[in-house]
């Protein structure tokens, strides 16, 4: 063990403790050095998220049991993510097809099957229809997402 200077001229009992202490701060420059590490793979793996989000040709929405829209991953209907939030996901379908997205989720959450698929019309935000096809997954389980994706 090599000698610390400092402890060389202080008495043992303060020794030991700026031996611990030197000892500590080594163990807390390690963890901050690996805490670096961890940030840039995390930096990384957004912008991989972000990039193949940005060439993906589905849409993904969160929404909450109630079928309301907690969160536009990506969206294809030409409204602003903000503008969706709360929003009642039927209210986007035309009033037609309404209660096959409503039928969905009823199913999804009254047997509790892990996912469903439907084919509905939307209402894009210039008024044109589009045929959209999705699936709804039940990921309230899940603490990282806790929501139903919907995939379309």
């Not at 503008?83 to 209210?91: A, D, I, N």
């Not at 084919?119 to 589009?130: C, H, K, M, P, Y």
Request: aromatic share 6%; hydrophobic share 40%.
């Amino acid at each position: 063990m090599a000698t610390n200077p400092i402890t060389t001229h202080v008495c043992p009992d303060c020794a030991a403790h700026i031996d611990r202490l030197t000892g500590v701060v080594s163990q807390l420059e390690e963890d901050n050095n690996n805490l670096r590490g961890l940030d840039d793979t995390l930096r990384w793996n957004r912008g991989l998220f972000e990039a193949l989000l940005a060439n993906s040709f589905d849409g993904i929405t969160l929404t909450a049991p109630d079928r309301r829209i907690l969160r536009v991953i990506r969206g294809l209907t030409g409204f602003a993510p903000s503008e969706l939030v709360g929003v009642l996901v039927e209210s986007l379908v035309i009033p037609e097809d309404q209660h096959i997205i409503v039928n969905c989720y009823r199913d999804l959450l009254d047997r509790r099957c892990q996912k469903t698929k439907w084919e509905v019309r939307f209402i894009l935000i210039d008024g044109s229809i589009a045929n959209f096809s999705g699936t709804l997954i039940d990921m309230l389980d899940d603490p990282n997402v806790g929501a139903i994706v919907c995939n379309y």
